[in-house]
Nanobody, 114 residues
Framework: QVQLVESGGGLVQPGGSLRLSCAASGSIFSGNAMGWYRQAPGKQRELVAVITSGGGTSYTDSVKGRFTISRDNAKNTMYLQMNSLKPEDTAVYYC????????WGQGTQVTVSS
């Protein structure tokens, strides 16, 4: 059974930072590329950052230079460091395999507002 637990979201002012964490079961994490997705109100879920099992990374254009994805394979944990946050980053953030996600966790809400 897929288990994904996201945490670290919250309310932050524009320009602020947050660090999201994702605890994944070994069956979904080991040897797989993983990604952070987000879904804003009224919009489709989008993939914003990907990290391969070897540590290679890629980002969607809107977060390049602001977000950093990383993973700790020994702990089956993935992170998303988000800096210079903007109101348009407001969304529920999810972690999952990439680019073909399986069952979803509950996500963590990120709200960027003054």
């Amino acid at each position: 059974q897929v288990q994904l637990v996201e945490s670290g979201g919250g309310l932050v002012q524009p320009g602020g930072s947050l660090r999201l964490s994702c605890a994944a079961s070994g069956s979904i994490f080991s040897g797989n590329a993983m990604g952070w997705y987000r879904q804003a109100p009224g919009k489709q879920r989008e993939l914003v950052a990907v990290i391969t099992s070897g540590g290679g990374t890629s980002y969607t254009d809107s977060v390049k230079g602001r977000f950093t994805i990383s993973r700790d394979n020994a702990k089956n944990t993935m992170y998303l460091q988000m800096n210079s946050l903007k109101p348009e980053d407001t969304a529920v953030y999810y972690c999952n395999e990439a680019p073909r996600p399986k069952g979803w966790g509950q996500g963590t809400q990120v709200t960027v507002s003054s």
